[in-house]
T-cell receptor
Framework: DSGVTQTPKHLITATGQRVTLRCSPR?????VYWYQQSLDQGLQFLIQ???????AKGNILERFSAQQFPDLHSELNLSSLELGDSALYFC?????????????FGEGSRLTVL | KNQVEQSPQSLIILEGKNCTLQ??????????LRWYKQDTGRGPVSLTI?????NTKSNGRYTATLDADTKQSSLHITASQLSDSASYIC????????????FGTGTRLKVLA
């Protein structure tokens, strides 16, 4: 158990819909990262938050948005869903004050868009 | 451009055999290199961390090496087990910058009985 919690574990929805994925980082970790992993592909970095503020952006579509709340949990919002958005979405957290600290991953949220 | 390349893309070996996975990187400034194991459908888990001054580090049957001069790392798995079937991801961290992680695309290992 990495200490990172993601909900829901599985989600099935239709094209055009909107979903929200939730992540609670490990206790004490201030950074939260979101990654997308399509079938048989590598992990693609979407966005990073640090202590409530956006820190870095990767290949995140404009239809996607995220935020980190004062209690440090984060949400990833995916809207106007397309078939190609079907993927595993991972959240990770890392300890504060380290350069390239270990990433602790949650078990992922599997999104299926029909 | 900061890049991490892994080879082979996929590998099939028989249970009990050894194998070596490769990671080449062009990342600067370099902070550390980690190997992660990702079971199918699960989140990646760190196996080892290598810093600039370390050449070899072991974690059970996993041994990672780092050659900072040639910017190469390898992960050697000894006496493979069925549970070693997974993707192995090389992640190099930058010493500076806001986002510090450069991911390789992984090597998919399949261990057969």
């Amino acid at each position: 158990d990495s200490g990172v919690t993601q909900t829901p574990k599985h989600l099935i929805t239709a094209t055009g819909q909107r979903v929200t994925l939730r992540c609670s980082p490990r206790s004490g970790d201030l950074s939260v990262y979101w990654y997308q992993q399509s079938l048989d592909q590598g992990l693609q970095f979407l966005i990073q938050y640090y202590n409530g503020e956006e820190r870095a952006k990767g290949n995140i579509l404009e239809r996607f948005s995220a935020q980190q709340f004062p209690d440090l949990h984060s949400e990833l919002n995916l809207s106007s869903l397309e078939l190609g958005d079907s993927a595993l979405y991972f959240c990770a957290s890392s300890p504060p004050g380290t350069s390239g600290g270990e990433l602790f991953f949650g078990e992922g949220s599997r999104l299926t868009v029909l | 451009k900061n890049q991490v390349e892994q080879s082979p893309q996929s590998l099939i070996i028989l249970e009990g055999k050894n194998c070596t996975l490769q990671c080449n990187y062009t990342v600067s400034p370099f902070s550390n290199l980690r190997w992660y194991k990702q079971d199918t459908g699960r989140g990646p888990v760190s196996l080892t961390i290598m810093t600039f001054s370390e050449n070899t580090k072991s974690n059970g049957r996993y041994t990672a090496t780092l050659d900072a001069d040639t910017k190469q790392s390898s992960l050697h798995i000894t006496a493979s087990q069925l549970s070693d079937s997974a993707s192995y991801i090389c992640v190099v961290s930058l010493l500076s910058g806001t986002y510090k992680y450069i991911f390789g695309t992984g090597t998919r290992l399949k261990v057969l009985a």
